[in-house]
């Protein structure tokens, strides 16, 4: 008899703690395989019990922690009752934590490595209507980058050069970049009866402008990250390959509402001819990075600590932008989901706009405001990405993870 109920109390045991135990592992196995974190984010993990005062997490002991504001590449484990270890998680360590927030809404002018075919069209012949593209292997959205060795950066060198009476009607070699490889190839310019020169029939360009929220400006080398997601070339669909680039102050004029299924926006101007106060030179998944060059645009008094998923909780939060030329304000937001994510992936969070001004002056989130630094608890946690269409108080927001380590 007392076998039994021992028995059953073992069963009884074994179920309540499964009911407990498991869904905290499968919380622990949604974290992704490689993450950054910061030494606050444990600490705190394990003070809040994020996973279960049963299951902490542990960095290794002794790690030579870079010194000069590089990630440190470690592995943090995550431990059953301090002994077993149940996942490991390559890490990057954040040591160097304090950025200065953005808000600033700044534009961006991108220049691609070479120039970018977006389309082509035909040349009218001596002998007909011709396409020199066809048999040519060019396809849209290559970057030239060389004629028969020669470097090109604009419409007007690919002129200048299939037209030098050396290579005048002859085939040419082009190097060209696809999906990050350099790949070879041919093609032999027409003469065009109408403009009496050699033409390759395309249509290419080599620049890319947008507008956007700076996010945040790193203290120890003042390179920033902006907008959180990437720049699209207009004519392609597909995120503009940069080489360099310059960002502006944006002057402001005004503010046209969101409403359902009708974002708003923030509408601004550059001035091209103006200083540049700074340097591009990625555009990604996660947004515009480079280096802030004049260091007026930084607010010294407006920083924060720079905070992994783990800090992320449901709840009030702010968000950082600038809406009118009195500069950059706080308002207030709720953070009512955060996704366990296995991969990177620019809708981190769902955002709600609560705060009446904001409201008031925009409808909630509109296009220029992506970028706009979240920041919860002394902690800047992600940025701004997209709103909902049917929705626009609502909208999503990256983790500041995915976009540091950039």
Same mark, same amino acid.
């Given at each position: ?148 060795? !020669?470097?090109?950066? #604009? /419409?007007? &060198?690919? @002129? *200048?050069?299939?037209? +030098? ?6 085939? %040419? ?118 280096? !802030?060059?004049?260091? #007026? /645009?930084? &607010?010294? @008094? *407006?920083?924060?600590? +720079? ?6 909780? %449901? ?92």
């Amino acid at each position: 008899m007392k076998k039994v109920f021992f028995i059953s109390l073992a069963v009884i045991f074994s179920l309540v703690f499964s009911a407990f135990l498991l869904p905290n592992i499968k919380k622990v196995s949604s974290l992704p395989d490689d993450m950054v974190v910061t030494y606050s984010d444990i600490i705190e993990s394990n003070e809040n019990n994020e996973f279960s005062p049963l299951i902490n997490l542990e960095l290794p002991k002794n790690i030579d922690v870079s010194t000069d504001g590089d990630l440190t590449s470690t592995v943090m484990s995550v431990k059953l009752f301090n002994l077993f270890t149940i996942k490991k998680v390559n890490v990057r360590l954040l040591t160097d934590t304090d950025v200065f927030v953005g808000g600033e809404t700044v534009g961006f002018n991108l220049f691609s490595e070479g120039v970018i075919c977006v389309g082509s069209n035909k040349i009218v012949t001596a002998e007909g209507e011709k396409e020199p593209i066809k048999d040519s292997g060019l396809m849209d959205g290559d970057a030239i980058l060389k004629i028969e060795d !020669i470097d090109i950066e #604009s /419409i007007e &060198d690919i @002129d *200048r050069i299939i037209n +030098l009476p050396t290579f005048a009607g002859k085939e %040419l070699n082009l190097t060209l970049r696809r999906n990050g490889n350099e790949i070879k190839t041919k093609i032999t310019p027409v003469f065009d009866s109408l403009s009496k020169k050699y033409k390759l029939g395309i249509w290419v360009r080599n620049n890319a402008s947008g507008v956007g929220t700076l996010t945040y400006i790193k203290k120890n080398d003042f390179r920033f990250g902006a907008v959180g997601h990437p720049i699209v070339d207009s004519s392609l669909g597909e995120n503009f390959l940069v080489d360099s680039g310059n960002i502006y102050k944006c002057r402001l004029l005004g503010i046209k509402k969101g409403e359902k299924n009708n974002p708003g926006e923030i509408r601004s101007s550059i001035n091209l001819s103006d200083d540049a106060i700074g340097l591009a030179d990625t555009n990604c998944n996660y947004g515009v990075y480079g280096n !802030i060059l004049n260091k #007026s /645009i930084i &607010d010294a @008094d *407006r920083t924060a600590i +720079l905070g992994g998923r783990l800090s992320v909780k %449901l709840g009030d939060a702010k968000i950082y932008c600038s809406l009118d030329n009195g500069g950059v304000k706080a308002y207030d937001i709720k953070i009512i989901r955060a996704n366990k994510q296995n991969a990177a992936d620019d809708k981190s969070m769902i955002i709600k706009i609560t705060d009446k001004e904001l409201l008031q002056k925009t409808g909630g989130i509109i296009q220029g405001m992506s970028g706009s630094p979240i920041v919860q608890n002394g902690k800047i946690v992600g940025a701004v990405t997209h709103v909902f269409l049917n929705d626009p108080t609502r909208g999503y927001a990256v983790y500041i993870d995915w976009m540091i380590d950039n």
